[in-house]
Nanobody, 123 residues
Framework: QVQLVESGGGLVQAGGSLRLSCAAS????????MGWFRQAPGQEREFVAA???????HYADSVKGRFTVSRDNAEKTVHLQMNSLRPEDTAVYYC?????????????????WGQGTQVTVSS
């Protein structure tokens, strides 16, 4: 069983930045591919960014060039640096993990989820 705990959410003005972190309890964290997803009120959970066990990354078109995902295997942590935030980025952001998916871009491929952290961007 893997536990994921997100932190770093909050309220920020449009154009600002936030850095989300996800701490994992997995003994072999380096073997997991990790992903960030978000869910706005009344909408389905959607893919944001993913990082493979080897460090390869992939982003949703809506965040490409503004968000950066990274991982620290020694600290068992994955980060999401969010710059140039927009009101439409407002959502609950979730960290997810998988042992099988090489790049975690689909909710149905996620084996473990965090509890989520709220990000609110004001205009």
């Amino acid at each position: 069983q893997v536990q994921l705990v997100e932190s770093g959410g909050g309220l920020v003005q449009a154009g600002g930045s936030l850095r989300l972190s996800c701490a994992a309890s997995a003994r072999t964290f380096s073997a997991y591919s990790m992903g960030w997803f978000r869910q706005a009120p009344g909408q389905e959970r959607e893919f944001v960014a993913a990082i493979s066990w080897s460090g390869g990354t992939h982003y949703a078109d809506s965040v490409k060039g503004r968000f950066t995902v990274s991982r620290d295997n020694a600290e068992k942590t994955v980060h999401l640096q969010m710059n140039s935030l927009r009101p439409e980025d407002t959502a609950v952001y979730y960290c997810a993990a998988s042992r099988l998916a090489p790049l975690l871009t689909m909710t149905e491929k996620c084996d473990y989820w965090g509890q989520g952290t709220q990000v609110t961007v004001s205009s």
